[in-house]
């Protein structure tokens, strides 16, 4: 009997140690039975959710944001040419002046008030803003109404300021003396704006965009150039 019983102990200790450990008494697994997690790879809600989410991450890996071309897309999508109020004609070749530019495009992101022109581009078309030519405008700024009406100097910037929000920057300006004076320095300003930016005279940057006309369109008189 001693024998026996001895026996069988063994047996017990035996099948003990051949336990798997996901099997034992363990508190993290004891009530998580095998077959819940069957249950739970098996269902089609649980497979669908689980290939989505790999989708997804692939997607994202393969088409990373862009901010810049979300920004240029956004700003494009926020300003319609058509609901203009206000047309800035700028030269888009003066570093300076497109410091001030880019910070009027940012703030009409919001309003979607002003249309940017800029005259030294190569679609620059007169006919399509008040017969305003390259010349007059490297002059001095210039800004069209959504009326036809242009105006130019201070009072330029200040509608436009307007129309973003920013009035008070240049409302001081609508009073005398204070806008005799404001139009004065600004139109010292835009006689020496281009030897003060490092660039050519006025003179000097016709004769090229003259030259590059006879290049690229010849003798047709039809060309915006």
């Not at 039975?33 to 393969?62: M, V, Y």
């Not at 190569?122 to 002059?139: A, H, I, R, W």
Request: aromatic share 10%; glycine share 6%.
């Amino acid at each position: 009997m001693a024998l026996r019983s001895g026996a069988a102990a063994i047996a017990c200790i035996a099948r003990e140690k051949a336990t798997p450990f996901l099997l034992s008494k363990s508190p993290r697994f004891h009530h998580f039975p095998s077959h819940s997690l069957q249950r739970f790879t098996s269902h089609p809600n649980h497979q669908t959710g689980f290939k989505n989410q790999i989708r997804a991450i692939q997607e994202a890996t393969a088409n990373p944001l862009n901010p810049k071309k979300e920004y240029e897309q956004k700003k494009e999508q926020s300003s319609p040419a058509e609901n203009w109020k206000i047309k800035m004609l700028y030269d888009g070749d003066c570093p300076l002046c497109m410091r001030e530019v880019n910070m009027l495009q940012e703030r009409n992101q919001q309003y979607g008030t002003i249309k940017f022109v800029d005259i030294s581009s190569d679609e620059y078309s007169p006919e399509e803003n008040q017969g305003l030519d390259y010349k007059t405008v490297m002059g001095r700024i210039h800004a069209i109404l959504s009326d036809g009406t242009v105006v130019t100097d201070v009072e330029a910037f200040r509608r436009l300021y307007e129309q973003v929000g920013l009035g008070w920057v240049y409302a001081v300006t609508k009073y005398e003396p204070i806008a005799t004076i404001a139009d004065a320095v600004y139109g010292f300003w835009a006689k020496y704006r281009l030897q003060v930016t490092g660039r050519p005279p006025l003179e000097e940057v016709l004769e090229a965009r003259r030259k590059k006309k006879v290049e690229v369109c010849g003798d047709n008189n039809g060309c915006k150039m």
